[in-house]
């Protein structure tokens, strides 16, 4: 089942919310199983008048299983008990606000459809006043759902700043030129094929983790969320391991070997192993990805890469050019951050142009010009020379800063030694 399907059941499980809303929800944009529940929703309400919010894995499944449809199968009801079970949480207020939204503006769209074919059909239909009707009716319920985002201004405002909170990198380089990462942040980590650009946020990822807990001190689920639709997702868990501990794997075997590895693994993480995730999203579309960060909470969200997402949103120039569709795709990215609260990097290939520069420029990231950069509050170039003597050296560049620490350089221009073996990159002293 969708994630919109999902969200809406967890809505509309609350009487007050079914009451005022069930009207608009137009069963025609609704999955099968969805429009069964929600007709089961009315009924309930009807027969327990007392019930504000229907128990979906309690009493509900029981009624539903044993009154509603005593004659599904034990693999239907399967089906629907793993359904109550997504939709027994609640939304966030920002998230409930925006399906309020869409279920407004899909039931505005349809409506304006069946007018306008009525009038094609030649049916008895004052058109401009019906169309009119319907954008003042949806404008009205709008301004009573609505809940203005206003951003307060008030003595909490700088506390960020005050405290630097936020995710610190391991280079003390990148620290030098940016301010720690915030939820809402939205970067770019760039370089060329096989120069190093896994081990650069495996390095940095396996520092952040032992950051959830002061980044979000009030939310232990919080976890780093690696999505890799590029390689096996187990190579990237063990260069993190290798990251983590700044160990080759010959020594990792080892420590395996002896029952040492996994608690070696979380000391060097500083929180529990599991609240780094890898998880392989090889060929999975844009609302599968938002359905992970759904039931994930997120703390950091890593893209490897998000160029191979199969993005079906809008986007502009009718998704017909590749640098369209990429920026549509960056800027929904960069909205999950601030949706779920969370700062995301996103990897991204340097172009041939790049090859062999130290630093490589702004207008030098694969298949865009300015799409992907005007998404990215920064951009992070890891860039190589091609002689052999600097065959194990990387030039740490960025390109954007908006994060830009004041009387700081913008870019830092450091030059790091890369040790593949242990994953990391080391720091002249």
């Known amino acids: 089942m969708?994630?919109?399907?999902?969200?809406?059941?967890?809505?509309?499980?609350?009487?007050?919310?079914?009451?005022?809303?069930?009207?608009v929800v137009n069963s025609r944009t609704l999955e099968q199983r969805t429009q069964v529940i929600l007709k089961d929703f009315?009924?309930?309400?009807?027969?327990?008048e007392e019930c504000d919010t229907i128990p979906l894995t309690g009493q509900f499944?029981?009624?539903?299983?044993?009154?509603?449809?005593?004659?599904?199968?034990?693999?239907?009801?399967?089906?629907?008990?793993?359904?109550f079970h997504q939709a027994e949480s609640d939304l966030d207020p920002g998230s409930r606000d925006m399906l309020i939204g869409k279920l407004l503006e899909a039931d505005l769209a349809l409506r304006m459809a069946d007018a306008i074919t009525a009038y094609e059909a030649e049916e008895e239909i004052d058109i401009p006043f019906q169309l009119r009707h319907m954008l003042e009716e949806y404008e009205k319920q709008g301004k009573r759902t609505l809940n203005l985002p206003i951003v307060e201004a008030d003595e909490s405002l700088f506390d960020d700043d005050v405290n630097d909170t936020g995710f610190h990198w391991r280079w003390g380089c990148l620290n030098l030129s940016m301010r720690p990462l915030r939820p809402g942040d939205f970067g770019i980590l760039a370089g060329r094929p096989d120069k190093g650009k896994t081990t650069a946020l495996s390095d940095n990822?396996?520092?952040?983790?032992?950051q959830l807990d002061t980044v979000y001190p009030d939310d232990?689920?919080?976890?780093?969320?690696w999505l890799n639709n590029e390689g096996p997702g187990n190579r990237i868990l063990k260069r993190c391991i290798q990251s983590a501990l700044g160990l080759s794997t010959s020594k990792l075997v080892e420590m395996q070997k002896a029952g040492k590895l996994w608690d070696a693994y979380a000391e060097a993480l500083g929180v529990d192993k599991m609240r780094l995730k890898v998880l392989n999203i090889h060929g999975y579309r844009a609302w599968q990805v938002e359905e992970i960060l759904r039931q994930i909470k997120p703390g950091l969200v890593i893209f490897d890469m998000i160029d191979n997402v199969n993005f079906d949103g809008s986007v502009i120039n009718g998704g017909q050019r590749q640098d369209s569709i990429l920026e549509g795709m960056y800027q929904w990215a960069r909205e999950l951050g601030v949706k779920y609260d969370c700062p995301i990097v996103a990897t991204s290939q340097i172009s041939a142009e790049g090859d062999g520069l130290p630093y490589?420029?702004?207008?030098?990231?694969?298949?865009?010009?300015?799409?992907k950069q005007g998404a990215a509050d920064f951009i992070?170039?890891?860039?190589?020379?091609?002689?052999?003597?600097?065959?194990?050296?990387?030039?740490?560049?960025?390109?954007?800063?908006k994060l830009h620490v004041e009387g700081q350089p913008k870019s830092p221009r450091a030059e790091l030694i890369f040790d593949g073996p242990a994953g990391r990159y080391v720091e002249g002293s």
């Not at 969708?2 to 809303?21: A, F, G, V």
Request: charged share 25%; no cysteine.
């Open 2 to 23: 969708s994630s919109i399907d999902i969200s809406l059941l967890q809505l509309l499980k609350h009487r007050k919310e079914y009451d005022r809303l069930k009207r």
């Open 42 to 48: 009315g009924k309930y309400f009807e027969q327990a």
């Open 205 to 210: 990822v396996t520092y952040m983790a032992g």
């Open 380 to 401: 992070i170039t890891v860039g190589a020379r091609n002689e052999e003597a600097f065959e194990n050296v990387r030039f740490i560049g960025l390109t954007k800063n």
């Open 220 to 225: 232990p689920e919080r976890t780093i969320i």
């Open 360 to 371: 490589p420029t702004l207008s030098m990231l694969k298949d865009s010009k300015t799409g």
């Open 61 to 83: 499944m029981t009624w539903f299983s044993m009154v509603a449809h005593r004659t599904l199968t034990q693999e239907d009801l399967q089906v629907y008990r793993h359904i």
